[in-house]
């Protein structure tokens, strides 16, 4: 991996505190909102114990909301305008999954009559985080996966996947753009990271 980083305005090599641990934080904090969330909604589906699953998925969804907030202005740095390549992105992605968690709720396993036990249709984009699996590691095997998943819903949970989809990219797409807003604002510097993998 080969980092550089250079004023634009002196010319003067710096090192920039990239925003790598903020992610980390962030996708740790949204993967606990999940578990909360599968936790409130099995309480729910027995009928006992909803009320301190419901505060315990609310505080988990407030940390998960603070630790995003704190992801994004992790890009740029408050004291400088940085160009990253592959964090943002990978943020963008954790964002969209947890979009469409919320949207959708914990789970979207099909509830066609038929396929609700057929092996091939086993699990969902949901609850296997299979955005965010695709992003981390890019594979025919994910997009076969996405693909068995959506062949298996229901005309109305496909409506219903196809609108969290189009609602959590256009918000993403809204704190992408607050973030571009907050970047042209600041003095340029640029920092390219490159990798191998």
């Known amino acids: 991996m080969l980092d550089s980083t250079e004023d634009s305005v002196s010319s003067t090599p710096l090192r920039l505190r990239t925003a790598t641990n903020a992610v980390r ?11 909360a969330q599968l936790a409130l909604h099995y309480r729910r589906v ?12 609310a505080n988990a969804e407030n940390v998960a909301n603070a630790a995003l907030i704190q992801a994004w202005t992790h890009y740029p740095p408050l004291t400088s305008s940085t160009l990253l390549i592959d964090e943002p992105l990978q943020l963008a992605i954790l964002d969209l999954q947890a979009e469409l ?13 038929g396929l609700v036990d057929d092996p091939g249709c ?9 955005l965010v699996r ?19 819903l229901g005309a109305r949970q496909l409506w219903e996947l196809e609108t969290a989809l189009s609602r959590g990219f256009a918000s993403v797409a809204s704190r992408l753009r ?20």
Not at 46 to 54: L, T
Not at 178 to 197: A, E, F, G, H, K
Request: hydrophobic share 45%; glycine share 4%; net charge positive.
């Open 25 to 35: 934080d962030f996708a740790l904090a949204e993967k606990n909102a999940h578990e």
């Open 46 to 57: 027995i009928g006992e114990g909803a009320a301190p699953a419901k505060a315990a998925y």
């Open 101 to 113: 968690r919320r949207r959708l709720g914990p789970n979207n396993h099909t509830v066609v009559e």
């Open 122 to 130: 086993a699990g969902d984009v949901v609850q296997a985080r299979l």
């Open 134 to 152: 695709f992003a981390e590691a890019p594979s025919a095997e994910i997009l076969n996966l996405m693909a068995h998943q959506v062949a298996c």
């Open 178 to 197: 607050q973030r571009d807003s907050m970047i042209s604002s600041r003095p340029s510097r640029v920092w390219l990271r490159l990798s191998n993998s």
